[in-house]
Structures are given as C-alpha cells and as structure tokens.
C-alpha cells in the first residue's frame, strides 16, 4: 500500500467549475498536509497547508482534513485554466524538519 | 517570506564530470534541507535529508558516494553529482524548513541536469 495515493488523472473540468481533488494517507500519526502546485517544468508551489480537522479556506481554495478516514481533499472553486497544473498531496509529522511524502500528483485540465 | 533559491536552473554536462548544485535560504535559516529528484511525470523522491552541521540522511537506494550533500550553515546546502552518468539526468529539486516552524517546507526553482 502506497503511504500517500491520488488519483493521477487527468481530470477534466470546464472554467468557472469545481475541481476536487482527493488523497489518502496511510500513517495515522501524519499530522501536517498540503497540496502543491506544480506547472510543467516547474518547482511545486505550496497551495495550501492544514492540521486540524475540518475545513479551511484560502480565496477560491478549500482544503478538507478528516483523519479519522485518512483523507485529505482540495476544492478549486470557479476554476480557470491557469489552474491547470498537477497537484501534489505532501504529509509530514508536525514542526518542521520532518520529511514531506508525497503522492503521485493528480493532473487538473481546466478546459475553456 | 520562507523564500529558497537554487542554482544552477539548468546544467548540461559531460558524462564522468561532477557538478555542484546549491541550495540557499534567502530570508530565515534553515535547519534542515531536502533534496528531491523527479523524473518526467513522476512524483518527486525524496534522496536525503541534510541538518546543519551534521551528515545527511540518504534514502535507501541512494548512493551517498554519488550525491554528496553538504550543509555547512544554516542557510547553504549543495548536493553534488559526482561522475555523472546520462542515466543521472533529471530534475533536482531542494527545499528548506526550520525545526519547530510551518513554513510549508518552501521549494528551490529546481535544476534540470542533463548528463551527455
């Protein structure tokens, strides 16, 4: 069993729709969880952190935490085609210094 | 803030030379640095952790020999690729957190090493 799984798509959305993307993890100790973005070529950019359950919003982007499922998930609301990247689920125990895993990436297509 | 440069952006060397790769922490000092490799349409792998002032930490697979990693303050790290071979070409990537700190574990730009 992989210790963090997406789907790698790629999965497709019209503009102006919500993308959602999904990760699990297999270590219940995992404490600290991002979703990166990484364009083609590119180095990946953090989108988004959480810790706690539940959700949390950051302008057009939510991410929802639920450990007890072992479940991470990325909401892209009105989507545009600069979202178009793949993005990368990363857990990690918490405090910094502690190494990231990484799933495989889920690629996002916004199509016009 | 958290901002991690890298350099070079992109080298291309000769089979059975070594080339250095430095990893600087521009605006906090950084305990602990990673590098990762990731090949086209993979997931970044993860090839050592580096402390300040200690040895690296190789992931199992990874030839220490090979990839030499230093990290001599708290805001350098360089990963050399000793005597590369084609078959090391790749993305290379580092990224820099502080122990006891979120900083969301900021990336480096990348190098794209191709070995000829």
């Known amino acids: 069993q992989k210790e963090v799984e997406q789907n790698s798509g790629p999965l497709s959305v019209p503009e102006g729709a919500i993308a959602s993307l999904n990760c699990t993890y297999s270590?219940?100790?995992?404490?600290?969880f991002f979703w990166y973005r990484q364009y083609s070529g590119k180095s990946p950019e953090l989108i988004m952190s959480i810790y706690s359950n539940g959700d949390k919003e950051d302008g057009r982007f939510t991410a929802q935490l639920n450990k007890a499922s072992q479940y991470v998930s990325l909401l892209i609301r009105d989507s545009q085609p600069s979202d178009s990247a793949t993005y990368l689920c990363a857990v990690s125990g918490r405090g910094g210094g502690n190494k990231l895993t990484f799933g495989t990436g889920t690629q996002l297509k916004v199509e016009l | 803030g958290a901002v991690v440069s890298q350099h070079p952006s992109r080298v291309i060397c000769k089979s059975g030379t070594s080339v250095k790769i430095e990893c600087r922490s521009l605006?906090?000092?950084?305990?602990?640095m990673f590098w990762y490799r990731q090949f086209p349409k993979k997931s970044l792998m993860l090839m050592a952790t580096?402390?300040?002032?200690?040895?690296?930490?190789?992931e199992q697979g990874v030839e220490k020999d090979k990839f030499l990693i230093n990290h001599a303050s708290l805001t350098l790290s360089t990963l050399t690729v000793t005597s590369a071979h084609p078959e090391d070409s790749s993305f290379y990537i580092c990224?820099?957190?502080?122990?006891?700190?979120?900083?969301?574990?900021?990336f480096g730009s990348g190098t794209r090493l191709t070995v000829v």
């Open positions: 580096s402390n300040e002032g200690s040895k690296a930490t190789y």
């Open positions: 605006d906090f000092q950084a305990t602990t």
């Open positions: 270590d219940r100790g995992s404490q600290s």
């Open positions: 990224s820099a957190s502080l122990a006891g700190h979120d900083y969301g574990y900021t």
